[in-house]
């Protein structure tokens, strides 16, 4: 059974930072592309950060130069580093897993609240 367990999240002041972590069980974590959504009330769910098997990453464009994604295959666990956070990062914020041969899983989410 594969699970994915966020934590990490809580309330932080405009221009403060957090870590978010998720870590993964059931699943071959080295050939996974691993990546971070969000969703804020009444939006869509959309991708803040993606990193592949390989390291290499992409980023949502305003989360570029202040989200870091990053994984550790030795501990199953990716983690997204935010700094200079705004009001409007407000969200709860997702891991997805996602295999080459294209399954996916989606983690319960972790809350993140910026406040002004």
């Known amino acids: 059974q594969v699970q994915l367990v966020e934590s990490g999240g809580g309330l932080v002041q405009a221009g403060g930072s957090l870590r978010l972590s998720c870590a993964a069980s059931?699943?071959?974590?080295?050939?996974?592309?691993l990546g971070w959504y969000r969703q804020a009330p009444g939006k869509e769910r959309e991708l803040v950060a993606a990193?592949?098997?390989?390291?290499?990453?992409n980023y949502a464009g305003s989360m570029k130069g202040r989200f870091t994604i990053s994984r550790d295959n030795a501990k199953n666990t990716v983690y997204l580093q935010m700094s200079s956070l705004k009001p409007e990062d407000t969200a709860v914020y997702y891991c997805h897993a996602l295999h080459p041969m294209g399954a996916r899983w989606w983690g319960q989410g972790t809350q993140v609240t910026v406040s002004s």
């Open positions: 059931g699943i071959i974590f080295s050939i996974t592309t």
């Open positions: 990193i592949t098997s390989g390291g290499s990453t």
